[in-house]
């Protein structure tokens, strides 16, 4: 059986390293691995690759920026090949970006079976990109592999149950043995916080935080003014609109480093106070991690975080300061996104609907 992994953006190359490590445990499956280009920094692509030991991609669209029609637009054009060239059992897409979205299309259109990893999730903001592409590719794709029960019932909910099966979230599965290897690393933090001390980790990229001048600055400001030391790690997107903006990321309470390698990020995730983030991802592995979350949005995917307070929304940013003052929760996390096996169980999905 051969399986083809289109990816292209940090959450994903996470998610990957779970799936191609489950995929080599197996003689009969060829895993080819697709790298679109959506991300193309190396501090937010290669270094994954390196980090987490996935094997290097097969092909490179080189994709790159743009409008989502035009990066979608580029990447179908260059994945019709790919696929003849390969001609795979299965294309095996994850999340929803931009490359989710062109792996499904261009798939389907070529009569190749799809199975959508990280399947059923809803934030129901149609204003998100994400939130297009994840419903377009569960009504397309064969197969929806689930990372939980919420996202099984939003599934059934759209008339997909029969195309569905919970494996439990991969995301998980190297979340939780990257922790373990690095319990007793030192958290790389920038200049002028104390790892021994209590500090936030930050992460801001979703272009409803960062595209309005207005909203980007007062999202600033409540962080400069945070009752603890901030760890802003700062994305590229972030980065470039606050430059447009004439916005300075670091000042107050904030200092400002570089998008961490995966491991690290972990590393300083489990040994933080709490985390102000809009990542989807980061949510859960804030969760996952024991460390209480602040999204600065209006929803979640992830709903299961929000049970016991271990995760806040936030959508006016004057809510930071107070919600990061918030008591820890007592309360025991539960296992929503699974045992750490899911990825063994997205292989083992594929293989039996391949005979």
Known sequence: MKILS?????????KLAAVAD?????EDVEHVIVHTGQHYDAAMSDVFFADLRIPAP??????????????????????????????????????????????????????VKVAHLEAGLRSFNRRMPEEHNRVLTDHAADLLLAPTEVARGHLADEGLETRTLVVGD??????????????DRTPMLPAGIDPA???????????????????LAALLASLQQAPLPVALFAHPRLVAKAQEAGI?????????????????LVAAVR???????????????????????VTVRTETEWVETLADGWNQLVPDPSGIAAALERPRPIARRSEHYGDGHASERVIDALRERSR
């Open 6 to 14: 289109v990816v292209g953006a940090r959450p994903q190359f996470v």
């Open 170 to 183: 991969v995301m998980t599965d190297v979340c939780l043995r990257v922790a373990d290897a690095v319990a």
């Open 271 to 293: 040994r933080s106070r709490a985390v102000v983030t809009d990542s989807g991802g980061l949510q859960k592995e804030a969760y996952l991690l024991g460390a209480p979350c």
């Open 248 to 264: 300075t990321l670091e000042r107050g309470s904030v200092h400002v480093g570089d998008p961490l390698a995966y491991p690290d």
């Open 58 to 111: 097969d092909v490179n669209l080189g994709a790159g920026s743009g409008s989502h029609g035009r990066q979608t637009g580029a990447m179908l054009t260059a994945l019709d090949e790919v696929l003849e060239t390969h001609r795979p059992d299965w294309v095996l897409v994850y999340g929803d970006t931009n490359s989710t979205l062109a792996g499904t299309l261009a798939a389907v259109k070529m009569h």
């Open 22 to 26: 489950a995929a080599a445990q197996y």
């Open 197 to 215: 001390e209590d500090y936030a980790v930050a992460t801001i990229h979703r272009a409803d935080n960062t595209d309005d001048p207005e909203r």
